[in-house]
């Protein structure tokens, strides 16, 4: 599998340091407000690029943490009178609804910020003492020029990033460029943990290289996150953890494309950001899933409701495909299977898993996905003429696998309500009487309770609106 690394601004083949054996890494969310598609974007990437390699044989130990105590938490804490920590973790159990609908895999671990501080201030004492750190009275910093590779994710070197970044101004800091450990307490806080050096918290950045080494090892095999977190986050990642550990923190950087809206980039200003909860309410979560994958991984990608309802019908049409390739296998014969017919979905998957080694391709995947879809149309229209139950169950097979276990495309499984069952008995009967008046209005009940009705070779099939 080949996969862009931002470090080496190379495609690289993947090889992780034990042979079957993935640790991998991404920066989650800071629980102050309602997780929106940019996070769903993010975490539907590596969702998939996990789900890839445990369907190539890895183990995957994949570790995503929270950070649960920041400026944002503090401030929404003072907007609403609430305590800092219960409004991190209402947003964070937030977090794992959203992530449920989208048919996330949970994380093998997703440790949080206030549960390591111990593990974080034993780390800053390092730095200092290492002499990679010193203290102001207004916190802990590291000094970037002790670190000479500095600017190596960001390609640009410490002169350039000190007149081009924009960083609060602290005239205790040695550089602007300088990154704080450990922050020292406000009057006004309402928490803080006390230090060697002062009561404070820690720093953003310190965070994820603590808890990442802490339960991955020293050196990880893939490190992720979206691309805005490139500078100075991960950049500032590798600095500390270099420093601390005189080994290489990262092999494989990756990062995700922005998501725009109508061609403008999401902001809280322009009032564009589109929480996940709010879209659920409009659209299956797989339509959103869908759209999510639809381009590759680095690209921008533009959201619009029109763009939107596109994926709807492509969803409609791969549950429509499943469910009646599961009718046809109810009554087609046995028999053995069409060997040209086997090649040609043969062909599709290797299309399929070319892709996905190709940088995490899914846009073209997706297209081995629809040919597969279209093959099993194909066999529709042949239903009659010697096409056994081998020769559906194949495709629909790979089609499952693809779809569900790979792209995390979870398809709709439901059970009819008995009143659907009642209303579809009649109609049968209608038609059966040659009463189309009565059968096209009991069809219409049908529709106005959520369900499709279609008539098949085999007989009435129902399925549920998207």
């Known amino acids: 599998m080949k996969i862009y690394n931002t470090l080496t601004d190379q495609v690289e083949e993947f090889s992780p340091q034990e042979k079957n054996l993935v640790r991998m890494y991404v920066c989650g969310i800071t629980p102050y407000d309602d997780t929106h598609l940019g996070h769903g974007r993010c975490y539907v990437v590596f969702d998939i690029l996990r789900r890839y390699l445990e369907y190539k044989g890895y183990k995957v130990d994949y570790v995503q943490n929270f950070t649960d105590i920041d400026d944002k938490i503090l401030n929404k804490a ?5 305590i800092p920590l219960e409004i991190a973790q209402r947003y964070i159990d937030s977090y794992f609804e959203v ?3 989208l048919n996330i895999k ?6 949080k910020v206030t549960e390591h501080i111990g593990d974080i201030i034993v780390a800053v004492e390092k730095l200092v003492k290492k002499e990679f750190a010193y203290v102001t009275s207004t916190g802990v910093y590291f000094d970037v020029t002790k670190f000479p590779k500095y600017g190596q994710l960001s390609k640009k070197k410490i002169d350039e990033l000190i007149s081009g970044a924009r ?3 602290d005239e205790t800091k040695k550089t ?4 704080v450990l450990w922050k020292f307490a406000k009057k006004d806080e309402q928490i803080f943990w006390k230090s060697p050096w002062g009561d404070g ?3 953003w950045h310190i965070e994820c290289s603590v808890m990442s080494m802490k339960y991955l090892g020293e050196t990880l095999d893939i490190h992720g996150g979206g691309m805005d977190l490139i500078f100075p986050h991960h950049e500032n990642e590798i600095a500390q953890s270099e420093a601390l550990t005189g080994k290489r923190f990262v092999n494989y950087w990756v990062h995700n494309g922005f998501v725009t809206i109508n061609k403008e980039k999401m902001s809280k200003s322009l009032k564009n950001i589109f929480a996940l909860k709010d879209l659920f309410t409009m659209y299956d979560p797989m339509v959103i899933r869908l759209f999510l994958l639809s381009q590759h991984y680095k690209k921008p990608l533009d959201f619009s409701l029109q763009e939107i309802e596109q994926f709807k019908s492509v969803w409609e049409r791969l549950n429509n495909v499943k469910e009646n390739a599961e009718l046809w296998i109810k009554n087609l014969k046995d028999g053995d299977i069409n060997l040209n017919f086997k090649k040609v979905v043969d062909d599709l998957v290797k299309k399929f ?5 190709n940088d995490l391709n899914t846009s073209s995947a997706l297209s081995a996905i629809h040919s597969i879809v279209n093959h099993l149309y194909m066999l529709e229209k042949n239903l009659t003429k010697g096409i056994t139950k081998k020769d559906v169950e194949y495709p629909l097979n790979k089609l499952l696998i693809l779809s569900e276990d790979v792209l995390g495309l979870k398809f709709s499984y439901y059970e009819i309500p008995e009143e659907v069952k009642e209303l579809v008995s009649k109609r049968d009967l209608a038609r059966k ?4 008046t009565s059968a096209d209005k009991i069809r219409q009940q049908i529709i106005s309770l959520g369900w499709i009705v279609e008539d098949t070779p085999f007989g009435t099939k129902v399925r549920k609106k998207i």
């Open 106 to 111: 949970p994380a093998n671990l997703y440790p």
């Open 78 to 82: 003072k907007e609403l009178n609430k």
């Open 99 to 101: 992530e449920n609908k």
């Open 176 to 179: 602007p460029l300088d990154f």
């Open 167 to 169: 960083i609060e101004i």
């Open 353 to 357: 898993e070319e892709s996905m080694e």
């Open 201 to 203: 918290r820690p720093g």
């Open 433 to 436: 009487n040659k009463d189309f």
